[in-house]
């Protein structure tokens, strides 16, 4: 806290008083007629404010003094009067406060060899000479949506026209918690998707969908199976034939309960009918498992070929000596022949 004219201000402000009352005295000394009052003088002002005096309670504008004398005199000196030093500095200091305030707002520093350095690639794609509030909110979704598709493992879309909003909510607490299920705009969803992998996709994007991101290949066997009861327990099928059936002759394209998914590695679109074959879908330690135990498989009858083999030779060889015998051959190539 600071005293300022007898009065107790915030220390934060003290500056702008200092600047107040330099503007009010520069005001005095040209005798702006602007912060006149008409309905007051000074005479009629406190000679002290606070601990402080005021200054004398009579100033007279000196063209007053010129121009007039007796009652007439008094009354325009009553007219003509500067204000109080506080009047002025209110009126002065707040607008040099405020301007201050907006170019403090919007000062960046920037140096000459920034600016030369600068080239097209510097300039953020979404840059927009003009750019509104809800323009900014919807890059701002579209660059989150981008962002969260680096990670995603298996995206999946369903229609959900005919949902009210408490349908809406318990469909999406029947899935994972892991999993994130939102309702995004189809055009948000395809401009995050351009120039990824996930592009092939978006352009069988089409109506209110409700969108399902599952982060992790565990998760996706109980995401298709939540889906599945989610269509079984809520009528999914009928519902979305009946909202068909009254806007079919404004839609360009056939309205379904499931638009359908795509997996990352793979970025093929997969067509509804064979999402339901997911749930299935083995995870990647199971694979591994699958394939260890394969890999065992073949070794065991790898060797119990291979410890066929010389027992055969060995049978083999015994039968040609005992030939050989009999025969009273010399040589196995003659016992063969």
Same mark, same amino acid.
């Given at each position: 806290?600071?005293?300022?004219?007898?009065?107790?201000?915030?220390?934060?402000?003290?500056?702008?008083?200092?600047?107040?009352?330099?503007?009010?005295?520069?005001?005095?000394?040209?005798?702006?007629?602007?912060?006149?009052?008409?309905?007051?003088?000074?005479?009629?002002?406190?000679?002290?404010?606070?601990?402080?005096?005021?200054?004398?309670?009579?100033?007279?504008?000196?063209?007053?003094?010129?121009?007039?004398?007796?009652?007439?005199?008094?009354?325009?000196?009553?007219?003509? /009067?500067?204000?109080?030093?506080?009047?002025?500095?209110?009126?002065?200091?707040?607008?040099?406060?405020?301007?201050?305030?907006?170019?403090?707002?919007?000062?960046?520093?920037?140096?000459?060899?920034?600016?030369?350095?600068?080239?097209?690639?510097?300039?953020?794609?979404?840059?927009?000479?003009?750019?509104?509030?809800?323009?900014?909110?919807?890059?701002?979704?579209?660059?989150?949506?981008?962002?969260?598709?680096?990670?995603?493992?298996?995206?999946?879309?369903?229609?959900?026209?005919?949902?009210?909003?408490?349908?809406?909510?318990?469909?999406?607490?029947?899935?994972?918690?892991?999993?994130?299920?939102?309702?995004?705009?189809?055009?948000?969803?395809?401009?995050?998707?351009?120039? /990824?992998?996930?592009?092939?996709?978006?352009?069988?994007?089409?109506?209110?969908?409700?969108?399902?991101?599952?982060?992790?290949? /565990?998760?996706?066997?109980?995401?298709?199976?939540?889906?599945?009861?989610?269509?079984? /327990?809520?009528?999914?099928?009928?519902?979305?034939?009946?909202?068909?059936?009254?806007?079919?002759?404004?839609?360009?394209?056939?309205?379904?309960?499931?638009?359908?998914?795509?997996?990352?590695?793979?970025?093929?679109?997969?067509?509804?009918?064979?999402?339901?074959?997911?749930?299935?879908?083995?995870?990647?330690?199971?694979?591994?498992?699958?394939?260890?135990?394969?890999?065992?498989?073949?070794?065991?009858?790898?060797?119990?070929?291979?410890?066929?083999?010389?027992?055969?030779?060995?049978?083999?060889?015994?039968?040609?000596?005992?030939?050989?015998?009999?025969?009273?051959?010399?040589?196995?190539?003659?016992?063969?022949?």
């Amino acid at each position: 806290m600071a005293l300022v004219a007898g009065l107790s201000v915030p220390g934060a402000r003290v500056r702008n008083m200092l600047g107040l009352y330099t503007a009010a005295a520069l005001a005095c000394i040209l005798g702006a007629q602007a912060f006149v009052p008409l309905a007051h003088s000074a005479s009629q002002l406190p000679a002290v404010v606070g601990n402080k005096p005021y200054g004398p309670a009579t100033l007279r504008h000196p063209t007053a003094l010129r121009t007039c004398s007796g009652a007439s005199c008094r009354r325009a000196s009553s007219a003509i /009067t500067l204000p109080p030093v506080s009047l002025g500095a209110l009126l002065v200091g707040a607008a040099v406060a405020r301007r201050k305030k907006a170019s403090g707002a919007t000062t960046r520093r920037v140096t000459l060899k920034q600016i030369d350095q600068l080239s097209i690639r510097d300039v953020p794609r979404w840059f927009r000479p003009k750019i509104s509030i809800g323009m900014a909110r919807r890059d701002a979704v579209m660059l989150a949506i981008k962002k969260k598709l680096k990670d995603v493992f298996f995206i999946m879309a369903f229609n959900k026209d005919g949902m009210p909003t408490d349908e809406l909510e318990k469909a999406r607490a029947m899935f994972p918690p892991t999993t994130i299920c939102r309702v995004l705009k189809n055009s948000l969803v395809k401009k995050a998707m351009v120039g /990824t992998p996930w592009y092939p996709f978006s352009k069988y994007l089409k109506g209110a969908n409700m969108y399902v991101l599952v982060m992790k290949d /565990t998760d996706l066997k109980e995401t298709i199976k939540a889906y599945m009861k989610i269509e079984k /327990t809520f009528a999914r099928e009928e519902k979305v034939a009946k909202v068909y059936e009254k806007t079919k002759g404004q839609m360009l394209f056939q309205l379904k309960p499931l638009v359908g998914g795509c997996m990352r590695d793979e970025w093929n679109f997969i067509p509804p009918e064979d999402i339901p074959k997911l749930k299935d879908f083995p995870t990647k330690t199971e694979l591994i498992a699958r394939i260890a135990g394969s890999v065992k498989q073949v070794t065991q009858k790898l060797a119990v070929s291979v410890k066929q083999v010389p027992q055969k030779l060995a049978i083999g060889t015994k039968k040609i000596v005992e030939k050989m015998e009999e025969d009273g051959k010399a040589t196995v190539g003659d016992a063969v022949a």
